[in-house]
């Protein structure tokens, strides 16, 4: 507690909010990172940050994740996507 009174009384204001805005980005990294991406797992991604800023290796696995290719394609991308595919699946029935 010493730690913190001393901490309060040498420092300036503007000083201790740039700290903790700094804090707070840097708990969150993941979660900005996927919102910014436009990932499809930002929402869980946001939530797991609060506690994953505890551990630092559950911070670098949301990170990890959060850069992956889980990325939100638009519903007309996604549809042929979609469409592509399902024809690249099709058995070929052409003799051999």
């Not at 969150?28 to 506690?51: D, E, H, T």
Request: glycine letters at 4%; aromatic letters at 16%; hydrophobic letters at 55%.
């Amino acid at each position: 507690m010493d730690f913190f009174n001393e901490l309060l009384e040498t420092e300036s204001t503007l000083s201790l909010v740039i700290i903790c805005l700094f804090a707070f980005v840097f708990w969150f990294l993941p979660a900005f990172l996927a919102f910014f991406l436009n990932r499809k797992y930002f929402k869980i991604i946001a939530l797991a940050s609060i506690p994953a800023g505890l551990s630092f290796i559950a911070w670098i696995g949301l990170l990890g994740w959060s850069l992956s290719n889980h990325i939100k394609l638009p519903k007309k991308v996604q549809a042929a996507t979609n469409k592509m595919m399902s024809k690249l699946e099709k058995p070929d029935n052409t003799p051999t």
